[in-house]
């Protein structure tokens, strides 16, 4: 399938490591236009160096709403329109519930929901007026299910579903589609840090999934090019997990 994605504008938070990382070589090597943004300057100049194509690093903070809004300011600025808008940004950090303070809470739901709905309120006027508009944003299988430590971080990334579906129902007719994606377990520097505190974390992990692997980056890049794409036209409002199956299972006794 030809995607024909050259030439399309995208901004794309988180796009200095992991699944962001990886998205970003994946629009740039398929000809698009890219602002590609992250808080860490050292990794994101690396990554834009790394990248083929029209691609431009700008250093932000998606828990800062004018930084999101001065990411879609620069690609009108330097590529003219917006077409997809990714909100990508976002992290785990584990902790028990009774023992997390409020503003560890409050940083978390900053980073995983606030970022998402900045994103979502900066790409908006630009799309509306173009009369159309991709926007895609990272949400995880602890917006979907429960997992031990993760309450904040997931009742975020259970509200960032929530977000992009009033966006799809409300600006479908408009021309917008707002689709989520659902990564599992992928080997990412995120989650990598995380798998390594327990003993021989990430095989362990990787054996638990019905696929037999941690994902990796260019699976969630390949999904995310196919929804950007006029392939995927029809499709909006859904959360597509692309977990290797970890979530379709069930606990049972065997
Ligand atoms: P990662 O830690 O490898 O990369 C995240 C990037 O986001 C980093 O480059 C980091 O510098 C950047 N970032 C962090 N805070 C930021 C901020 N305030 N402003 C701008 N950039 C910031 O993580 P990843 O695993 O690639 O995760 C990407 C997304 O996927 C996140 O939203 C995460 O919640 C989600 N996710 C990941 C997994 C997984 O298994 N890796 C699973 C489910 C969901």
């Excluded at 980073?111 to 900066?122: E, K, P, Q, R």
């Excluded at 979907?144 to 600006?171: H, P, Q, W």
Aim: hydrophobic share 45%; proline share 5%; net charge negative.
């Amino acid at each position: 399938m030809h995607l024909a994605l050259q030439d399309r504008v995208v901004v794309l938070t988180g796009a200095a490591s992991g699944i962001g990382l990886a998205c970003l070589k994946a629009f740039a090597t398929e000809g698009c236009a890219v602002v590609a943004a992250d808080i860490d300057r050292v990794r994101l100049d690396e990554a834009v160096a790394a990248a083929d194509g029209r691609v431009v690093a700008q250093v932000a903070d998606v828990t800062d709403p004018a930084q999101v809004q001065a990411l879609v300011d620069r690609a009108i600025e330097e590529f003219g329109c917006l077409d997809v808008m990714f909100n990508n940004a976002g992290g785990a950090f584990p902790t028990p519930t009774e023992t997390q303070s409020l503003d560890d809470y409050r940083r978390i739901i900053a980073l995983n929901l606030d970022s998402v709905y900045y994103g979502i309120h900066a790409a908006l006027p630009v799309m509306l007026a173009q009369g159309r508009g991709c926007i895609l944003s990272t949400t995880s299988g602890a917006g979907l299910n429960a997992v031990d430590g993760l309450a904040a971080y997931g009742a975020a990334k259970a509200g960032v579903i929530s977000l992009m579906k009033s966006v799809a129902t409300e600006f479908g007719g408009r021309g917008i589609r707002a689709n989520t994606l659902s990564p599992g377990p992928m080997d990412t520097p995120g989650l990598r840090a995380w798998l390594e505190t327990f003993p021989d974390g990430p095989a362990r992990y990787g054996r638990q999934v019905p696929s037999g692997r941690l994902g990796t980056g260019e699976d969630i890049a390949h999904t995310a090019l196919f929804l950007a794409s006029d392939a995927a036209a029809y499709i909006n409002g859904v959360v597509i997990p692309v977990d290797g199956a970890i979530h379709a299972r069930l606990a049972s006794p065997h």
